[in-house]
């Protein structure tokens, strides 16, 4: 006989069923790529993972995490501050540095916890956090938990809206530190920060810019070095916070990138780093290869902005209207949540993984399925994608 506790969550998560919102796990087995072995599936190509360089099975990456396994062993025991700093983070946090153009890095087990260290590290009960209201989960969170710890003020602006931002950093004016944090790629839009414009407002009115660059590391640049470098402008934001678990080998973590006295101060202060074990080393070792490949093969990034240019391309000419875009995140508006749920069924009867999402992950009438193409992805995979979509969409009537 269950609990009325545990009751409570089954009647919910029959609910979830009946709204059509429940997730079922799929279960892969085999290592992250462009085609992988899915359980009762077989092969399948994927359009939903994070992988945009392929690194997460790369030979160089895969073999210094095993080296740094029989190095290190398998992990530190300790938060940084104790015992638990290795050789390597110092090594995977100058490389972090360097790759996105700032003084110091410093690491976290996940982006997401070092979202959550920023503002309620770095401000106090006379400042303001300012965010994006299409930011990341993390970042919301992250603005309500440095409120609830800090008794900051929080704010949000329409969506890449300067005029919005500016109205809220004039409201603010009396606060002692303006931060305005936004994702430098959206990731349900695959669109991109305005960052010169939002660097040249919070230069205007003395705030602190944080850009979450998750999905343009490793993915927008010459050389990947994000969102400051395709704007042309590496070096002129204050703080980037990113992670290793996409284009960086995709196994897990993250970090922030600013001066050092940011990071020292985060190092000091930061609980997630303080009352949490560091990132494992053969996770930072795989993530240092990983940022040294990236900086030996700029063309893999090049790969990457062709293949999500041809896959886009050839999505228009099929008759399907992605959002534009410049990114390897191509969503395919369809409108209901049942229709990017039933193509992204049919499209996995195709051999074609690809995601749908529908309210309230996005606004209502604008469900979708969310192609993210790979530098892994060979022609082969990306036409087989294509035939795909072809396929299911004039099934669906939707082309
Ligand atoms: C913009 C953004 N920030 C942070 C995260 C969290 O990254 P991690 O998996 O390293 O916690 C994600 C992951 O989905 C993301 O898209």
Known sequence: ???????????????????????????????????????GRGDVIILSSNNYLGLSAEPAVIAA???????????????????????????????????VGTGASLSFVSAWNANEAVPATLLGEQDIVISDQLNH???IDAARLAKS?????????????????????????????????TDGVFSMEGSIAPLPDLIELCRRYDAVLVVDDSHATGVLGRHGRGTAEHYGVVGEVDLITSTLGKALGGAAGGF??????VCDYLTQRARPQLF?????????????????????????????????????????????????????????????????????????????????FGFPVVPQGQARVRCQISAAHTRD?????????????RELKLI
């Open 149 to 181: 710890i800090t008794k900051c003020q929080t704010a949000v602006y329409k969506h890449a809206d300067l005029a919005d931002l500016e109205a809220k950093l004039v409201a603010a004016r009396d606060r002692r530190t303006r931060m305005v944090i």
């Open 381 to 393: 995979d990306l036409d087989q994608a294509l035939a795909a979509f072809r396929k299911v969409g």
């Open 276 to 356: 949490s074990n560091a990132l494992p080393p053969t996770v930072a070792a795989s993530a240092l290869a990983s940022v040294e490949f990236l900086e030996a093969h700029p063309e893999r990034v090049t790969t990457l902005q062709t293949n999500a240019t041809y896959f886009r391309e050839r999505l228009l000419e099929l008759g399907f209207t992605p959002l534009p875009g410049e990114t390897p995140i191509i969503p395919v508006i369809l409108g209901e949540t049942s229709a990017a749920i039933r193509m992204s069924e049919l499209m996995l009867s195709e051999g074609v993984f690809v995601t749908g």
């Open 256 to 261: 922030v990138a600013g001066s050092a006295a």
């Open 137 to 139: 989960a993390s970042i």
């Open 65 to 99: 995490g095993k080296a740094g396994l029989d190095r290190w062993g398998a992990g530190t025991a300790s938060v940084r501050f104790i015992c638990g700093t290795y050789t390597v983070h110092r090594a995977l946090e100058a490389a972090c540095a360097r790759l």
């Open 1 to 39: 006989m269950s609990s009325q506790f545990e009751q409570r969550l089954e009647s919910d998560l029959e609910q979830f069923i009946r709204d059509g919102v429940y997730k079922r796990l799929t279960y892969l087995d085999s290592p992250q790529g462009p085609r992988v072995r899915m359980e």
